[in-house]
């Protein structure tokens, strides 16, 4: 992979539920950058973005993710992508940091590593004094970070975030905007 191999590229996608929902959407996005889709309810932003994180099957089109095909091999794109819903899903059973644990498992990560990036992203996000109690009686921007942290357990070159700061006070979003914007936590890539 090149440094001019698009972190994410789109060419002509288009879905169809009972009406279209995205019709002939074509992007570049180039690595490092930050992209919004923005506009009204009902506009195929959400649709879009399961199409990406190869939650929905595009009707039209094509995806790439740093190169890969995302329809052709969507597991390898899997592996590199990160997906923050609006609706946080959690284990509530689990601690935050059971559950990044967990999620870590899932990517078979190396225990240690799988650690060191927990306490990283429980840190960053505000989560250390809540670490070690169950995920069941928090508000839904605790259970938003820790959702986020999940996502950004394995170090995804691309992340995907369909309305992060639902549900969080403003001193959580501006928290959250730092991780991005001061890489705190991400595994500080140059590309």
């Known amino acids: 992979m090149n440094s001019n191999t698009p972190a994410l590229m789109l ?37 879009t973005l399961k199409m990406i994180a190869g939650l929905l099957r ?24 990160a997906w923050v819903s609006d609706e946080p899903m959690i284990y509530e059973k689990l601690t935050p940091f059971e559950y990044l644990e967990f999620v870590a498992g899932l990517w078979e990560m190396p225990a240690a590593v799988a650690e060191e990036r927990a306490r990283a992203l ?47 006070d403003a001193a959580s979003a501006r928290r959250v905007k730092d991780v991005f914007l001061k890489d705190c936590v991400m595994g500080r890539r140059s590309s």
């Not at 009707?59 to 899997?78: C, E, F, M, N, R």
């Not at 250390?128 to 357990?153: D, I, N, P, T």
């Open 58 to 81: 595009p009707d039209t089109g094509g995806i790439s993710v740093y190169g890969i095909d995302a329809l052709q091999d969507p597991l390898a794109a899997k592996r590199i992508v």
């Open 122 to 168: 429980i840190d960053c996000l505000g989560l250390g004094a809540y670490a070690h109690e169950r995920c069941q009686g928090f508000s839904k921007g605790m259970r938003q970070k820790v959702a986020l942290a999940g996502a950004l357990v394995h170090d995804p070159k691309l992340i995907i975030l369909d309305e992060p700061l639902t549900g969080l």
């Open 11 to 47: 060419d002509t996608l288009g879905k169809t539920f009972d009406r279209p929902a995205v019709v002939d959407l074509s992007l570049r996005v180039a690595p490092g950058e930050f992209y919004a889709l923005v506009g009204p309810n009902g506009a195929g932003k959400t649709t």
